[in-house]
């Protein structure tokens, strides 16, 4: 069993920065994928960025060149910087670890994450 546990939302004002940490724990397998998704409401879940083990990042249009997704290996921990954010970046982040080989996805949590004057 794999427990995800996510830190760092809060309320920002436009333009400012947030940095998301998402700590896994339990049987982790040596090779997979962790990503951030998140929820506005009235809306689905989407994908932020993912990186897999050995670094490869994926990021939705939204927000590249605004985000940077890291991980340390050691520490089975990813992390989501978030810069120059806008009142749409408002939703719920979601940590998620996918499992290679499976696969098998766990999820955290969620964190808060709200942008506004």
């Known amino acids: 069993q794999v427990q995800l546990v996510e830190s760092g939302g809060g309320l920002v004002q436009p333009g400012e920065s947030l940095r998301l940490s998402c700590a896994a724990s339990?049987?982790?397998?040596?090779?997979?994928?962790m990503g951030w998704y998140r929820q506005a409401p009235g809306k689905q879940r989407e994908l932020v960025a993912s990186?897999?083990?050995?670094?490869?990042?994926n990021y939705a249009d939204s927000v590249k060149g605004r985000f940077t997704i890291s991980r340390d290996n050691a520490k089975n921990t990813v992390y989501l910087q978030m810069d120059s954010l806008k009142p749409e970046d408002t939703a719920v982040y979601y940590c998620?670890?996918?499992?290679?080989?499976?696969?098998?996805?766990?999820w955290g949590q969620g964190t808060q994450v709200t942008v506004s004057s």
């Open positions: 339990g049987s982790i397998s040596r090779l997979n994928v």
């Open positions: 990186i897999i083990t050995g670094g490869t990042t």
């Open positions: 998620k670890l996918t499992t290679i080989p499976g696969p098998f996805a766990y």
